[in-house]
């Protein structure tokens, strides 16, 4: 089993919808996957077309109770993968959680009985590097960065590499898996260069698929769908597509 937290601190990078689109395109081709959603504002369990207020279990109450029954909390998906959902409940995490011996593990510990369920668990962390992200970064064996070609986006690398080092001291295998560019549009220089400076500086740790930003990408979870049930044919659904087999061949 392989598990990766996709994470990186600035919002609006295209974290959920990597997420999302990556674990459906894994379940696509066969493979066994589980979605968790760590951020507040629940914007990965809407995605796949669930109401937070209808939910009664969520990753809140694995946290609180790393020991509890995790398959209370897992839900079935319309799309081939199956999540652990959030709700605006999480937001108490921080507070809550904080005089927790081992906070930084909870996520671990809950998910440490599912070696044998799933092939892939794809973790979608907050925009912030706060408690919830320490979780994710410390569940996961690699951390996949969805990078806007954008130049306050690469600025922001190194406090998540800064995190990552911190989390190394206690989970030294962790390490960054991969960088993806996200919603890249060819037509702007800046776009490129961005897109040049980070391949220079990262190198083989980029992926050579990028993700063209497109309008369907923005409107799929509008509609609680992923990209490649809304709009299969754009260029959006064929690059994740894509980018899963890259995804495959880095960590099998």
């Given at each position: 089993m392989t598990i990766l937290a996709i994470a990186m601190q600035k919002g609006g990078v295209?974290?959920?919808?990597?997420?999302?689109?990556?674990?459906?395109?894994?379940?696509r081709l066969g493979r066994r996957v589980l979605l968790v959603d760590m951020d507040a504002q629940s914007n990965l369990t809407q995605a796949v077309g669930i109401d937070p207020l209808t939910l009664t279990q969520t990753v809140y109450d694995l946290l609180l109770e790393p020991s509890r029954e995790i398959g209370q909390v897992v839900l079935t998906?319309?799309?081939?993968?199956?999540?652990?959902?959030?709700?605006?409940?999480?937001?108490r995490a921080e507070m809550v959680l904080a005089g927790h011996v081992g906070r930084e593990l909870l996520l671990r510990r809950a998910l440490s009985g599912l070696v044998?369920?799933?092939?892939?668990?794809?973790?979608?962390?907050?925009?912030?590097?706060g408690l919830l992200t320490l979780n994710a970064l410390a569940a996961a064996d690699a951390v996949l960065v969805p990078l806007q070609s954008h130049v306050f986006a690469l600025n922001a690398m190194a406090h998540l590499e800064e995190t990552i080092r911190?989390?190394?001291?206690?989970?030294?295998?962790?390490?960054?898996?991969?960088?993806?560019?996200?919603?890249?549009?060819?037509?702007?220089?800046?776009?490129?260069?961005?897109?040049?400076?980070a391949r220079?500086?990262?190198?083989?740790?980029?992926?050579?698929?990028?993700?063209?930003?497109?309008?369907?990408?923005?409107?799929?979870?509008?509609?609680?769908?992923?990209?490649?049930?809304?709009?299969p044919g754009s260029s959006s659904a064929v690059a994740y597509a894509q980018l899963t087999q890259e995804v495959i061949a880095r960590h099998g």
């Open positions: 295209g974290k959920t919808t990597t997420t999302l689109s990556l674990g459906v395109e894994l379940g998906t319309a799309y081939g993968v199956d999540l652990i959902p959030a709700t605006l409940g999480l937001a044998e369920a799933y092939d892939y668990i794809l973790i979608d962390s907050p925009p912030s590097l911190l989390i190394q001291q206690f989970h030294p295998r962790l390490h960054i898996g991969g960088i993806v560019m996200t919603m890249v549009d060819r037509r702007t220089s800046v776009n490129m260069a961005v897109d040049q400076a220079q500086e990262y190198g083989e740790l980029v992926y050579q698929t990028v993700i063209p930003f497109h309008v369907k990408l923005v409107e799929a979870p509008a509609v609680g769908q992923p990209i490649q049930r809304y709009a």
